[in-house]
């Protein structure tokens, strides 16, 4: 079933060139594109938004060290090792289960998602195109991103709940950076 899936959405590769260069730039760059849009919520955001981004990189980091755990216990062959594929781009022939791509991408959107709607639903839709795009160039099997999004799940939703015991970390890593001069700060608005 799982490789019927995988052939459900990898035969259009190859297919329309437009679509491949698409799929290829974002399994390619979508982390890039988390990257910056996380570095722009802490150089122009307000404190909030740089306990967003730290909750975030939080999330994303316990995210792959799950995946890496998981990799140790089980090894699921990629679709291109175990199967006739036609991959868009060349990978290594390590473990398929679980997708890193798909785990960052998804556990950094539903950080946002949880403390800040706008963003996060943005990158949620980012991080959805990203799993596709993981089968779709023949990389990943579509319960290789499943596994994916469930471990994200978990983890952002774990930290998510945790989150008010960890404050007094992201505020010393604030405060610090707020007294360094010359970088950007935006200051919070008070409630008077």
Known sequence: MNYELFEAIHQYAGQFPLL???MIFVTNKALIIYAITLLLMWIFGNDKYKQ???FSALTGGLGLLLNFVIT????EPRPFVTHDVDVLIKHAADASFPSDHTTGAFSLALAILLRQRKIGLAL?????L???SRIFVG???PFDVLGSIIISI???VGIYKISPFLEPFPNAIIKI???IPFVPKKEEKSSM
């Open 72 to 75: 140790l216990f089980y090894f």
């Open 124 to 128: 949620l839709a980012l991080a959805i």
């Open 177 to 179: 950076y707020n007294h």
């Open 154 to 156: 978990i983890v952002s």
């Open 52 to 54: 967003i981004v730290f």
């Open 130 to 132: 990203t799993g596709v």
């Open 20 to 22: 491949d260069r698409v």
């Open 139 to 141: 990389h990943h099997y």
